[in-house]
Every structure is written in structure tokens, then in C-alpha cells.
């Protein structure tokens, strides 16, 4: 991969800020007009570097994963499994909510950019903390996930936090409720 220039470089990055937040409004129906003209560049900018709106959003979403992907590291690496399972469940959360039409484009890209690696991550974070005692064991991993997205998906956008706050606290064994 080629290293661009300083100028072409910040021309990315502000293609990619702009379509983040364009895609997070619009979702798959963002313009790239409204895009190039919110980063500061021109249309032709924009497809010199990604030749059709579906490679902006894949590269949108993949930086996304790469801000999940982040976060589940971190959580890895925290001495303590269960600060670090709340922690990442909120913080993915955060993520996730505060931009809605970012989640269509991922439904949108249909092949998920990072989704298997990110709930690898996710089993590994909640098998951590139900062996130290914070989530219930009586539940897979992967339905921990599952209960999570469903609470988050099934909340008005204002009450969000309220469902997950349920959820995160059904999480918990009996003993530390």
C-alpha cells in the first residue's frame, strides 16, 4: 500500500469524518454531494478515491469496526473482567446508538466488515467475566450478545440506556444483584 501525501491524506480523513457523519444521519441514503461538500472537497475527490458511495460506506463501517475493535482491546487488557464487560457493553452501545444510519450501512454492506473477529472479542470479554463471577454462567456467550442487541433495538431511540441498563443488570448473578 502506497503512503499519500500529506494534502491527500487530510483530504481523506475529512471525506471520511464527513461521510461518518452523513451516513450516521442519512444511512445508506446519504448523498455524496452533501459528503464532499461537508469535508470540503470536490464530488471528484470523493470517487477518486472510492468509485461508488458502497466503497465510502464499507470504508466508513470498517473504521467503526476498527473503534469497536479498539474498545474490546481495551477490555481485554483491563485487570478487572467485570468493570470491563459493563464498560465495553456501554461503550459499544454508545457507539452504536448515537449513530443510527451508520448501523443500515452495515446492514447495507450485506458481507459485515469485522463482524466475526468483533464477537470473537465479544465472547472472549463476557467468558472472562462469568469465570470471574460478574455475568451469569448459565448463559452462552453468545446469547449475552444476542440479549444485548435485541434490548437496543427494541428501545425507543430516547430510552435506550434504560433497556440496556435492564438487560446489564439481568446479566448480573442473583448473589450481586
Known sequence: MSTLRADAQRNLERVLD???????????????????RR????????????PTKADLMYAVVERHVDELRSLAEK???????GEAFFGFVRGAAELGMTLPGLQKCVVECGEK?????LEQLMDRIVSRAQRAGAVRRDLKPRDVGSLIRAALFAAPPEQWRSYLDVVL?????????
Open 113 to 117: 466488515p469485522g463482524a466475526a473477529e
Open 75 to 81: 477490555a481485554l487488557a483491563s485487570p478487572d473482567p
Open 18 to 36: 464527513a461521510a461518518t457523519e452523513v451516513f450516521a444521519v442519512s444511512g445508506p441514503d446519504a448523498s455524496v454531494d452533501e459528503i464532499a
Open 169 to 177: 443488570e439481568g446479566l448480573k448473578p442473583a448473589a450481586s444483584r
Open 39 to 50: 469535508a470540503g472537497v470536490g464530488h471528484a475527490t470523493v470517487f477518486r478515491r472510492f
